[in-house]
């Protein structure tokens, strides 16, 4: 069964840095994608960006580019995919989500039905 959990993530000031990661557990198939989504309350689940398995190709929200970056790992048995987050924004608050996308090998994908398992997100909040 896929598992997908979110960690990092908390409070920091604008300009300041946050990380966030996201375990995976129970992908058995051998090309996917790894989102990130944010969503604040009353919005619909936005995409941030997303890793290709394959390739490493990575794509993001225009809003975001240059400030975050998507990365991932595998490093004693463990997966994960982290979410470097630099010259935050009071407008990047929001629930973080990290999904997965099966047999996604070119990034299309941005809108959360095309992604097949999802974490349960984890706050992050930019103070002005």
């Known amino acids: 069964q896929v598992q997908l959990v979110e960690s990092g993530g908390g409070m920091a000031q604008a300009g300041g840095s946050l990380s966030l990661s996201c375990a995976i557990r129970?992908?058995?198939?051998?090309?996917?994608?790894m989102g990130w989504f944010r969503q604040t309350p009353g919005t619909e689940r936005e995409y941030v960006g997303s890793?290709?398995?394959?390739?490493?190709?990575?794509?993001?929200l225009d809003s975001v580019k240059d400030r975050f970056t998507i990365s991932r790992d595998n490093v004693n048995a463990k997966t994960t995919v982290s979410l470097q987050m630099n010259s935050l924004k009071p407008e990047d608050t929001a629930v973080y989500f990290c999904?997965?996308?099966?047999?996604?090998?070119?990034?299309?994908?941005?809108?959360?039905?095309?992604?097949?398992?999802w974490g349960r997100g984890i706050q992050v909040t930019v103070s002005s």
């Open positions: 999904g997965v996308r099966f047999w996604e090998t070119d990034l299309q994908a941005t809108a959360t039905p095309y992604y097949d398992f």
């Open positions: 129970g992908i058995t198939v051998s090309s996917y994608a």
């Open positions: 890793i290709a398995w394959t390739d490493d190709k990575t794509r993001y």
